[in-house]
């Protein structure tokens, strides 16, 4: 007999991209920023370490509230940082959707949604995405109806492509909460910050927003929700007292603070990312068009699995991803690219065509 929740005995768990430990690969399978996090964010930590270590952290990370409060042009209580923005997504399940209740989320997409429903012992429904990566509001206008909680990450994952705000009010729940996952947002053409909030729709909107990919963080664990008070002071109730360290705290705040280096490295991002686009082309790759940093990359003649496997044999990481079951039970599958330094990107588009010769 299980000791386990039947929930818990029922699911896979989500897999995390691989991370090898060793030196010598060119790794572009978890949308890491490639380049350093700003100089301020090292000298941040340094100090916290030389301060006062033995006592627990700022509960409500006044300094970090207030430092990015005032790039979203709100009030402190909008915000609420987490251990990650997986940790925020977590948070609203716990908060807003009892068991049994529906949460939705676009297909193919960030498969952890579905994971954190299981967990939940919540119902969960994929919202079906066109072969062209956009909605059929129509088609899923039903089950948005019913849902409790939304989640949809805008640039979308895998795609990186980006839905319009007037596509996004469309899919806002009546009787529900709408969570946009702005984990790549910074990387979008006409970034926002929290515009969308001020609208009608605002009251039952969260965005969540992570300093893994853009502030170059991944390996600090930071993000955080912006929302209206009233869902904020909600979501706080079921949070983990000290949720974020001292450490992460100093990181983070200094990595806010410092927008002229994430701006920076936004900006080389995205011009790696159009010659990466075009040189995957020319080897005849479909490409769709990212607002992110990775790119989704599909081949109508050589399996997409095989190309994984030969570049990992030659310490290449890209993401194989499979979604059985996606719009008329097909299966897509693809490779998505993250973008990395110019160097990188060389070495990896050198091996590919040698693989694809
Ligand atoms: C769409 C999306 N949302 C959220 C996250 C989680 O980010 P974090 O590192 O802040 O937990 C990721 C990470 O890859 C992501 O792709």
Known sequence: ????????????????????????????????????????????????????????????????????????????????PGNGSDEILTILNRAFVDPGELITFPYPSYTLYE??????????????????????????RPQIERSKLVLVPNPNSPSGNCWADETIHELVPPNGVFVLDEAYGDFRAEPHQGEILHSDDGRRMVITRTLSKSYSLAGIRFGFAVAH??????????????????????????????????????RRIIATRDRLTKSLCELNFDTV???????????????????????????????????????NDSELTGLRITVGTDDETDGFLEILREIME
């Open 1 to 80: 007999m299980s000791l386990f929740r039947p929930d818990v005995d029922r699911i896979q768990g989500y897999v995390p991209g691989e991370q090898p430990q060793d030196d010598g690969w060119i790794k572009l399978n978890t949308n890491e920023n490639p380049y350093p996090p700003s100089p301020k964010v090292a000298a941040a930590v340094a100090e916290a370490c030389s301060g006062r270590l033995n006592v627990y952290p700022d509960p409500l990370a006044s300094r970090f509230r207030k430092a990015t409060a005032e790039l979203f042009n709100v009030d402190q209580d909008w915000i609420l």
């Open 115 to 140: 994971t954190l429903a299981d967990i939940q012992g919540a119902a969960h429904e994929r919202l079906l995405l066109e072969p062209d990566w956009s909605w059929d509001i129509d088609r899923v």
């Open 229 to 266: 008070p009233d869902l904020i002071s909600g979501m706080r109730k079921v949070k983990d007292s000290y949720n974020c360290n001292t450490l992460s705290l100093a990181a983070a705040t200094a990595a806010v603070e410092d927008q002229d280096w994430m701006l920076g490295n936004r």
């Open 289 to 327: 068009d990212s607002e992110a940093n990775f790119i989704w990359a599909t081949h109508s003649e050589i399996s997409h699995q095989k190309i994984y496997e030969k570049l990992k044999a030659r310490k290449v990481l890209v993401r194989f991803m499979k979604f059985p079951e996606s719009l």
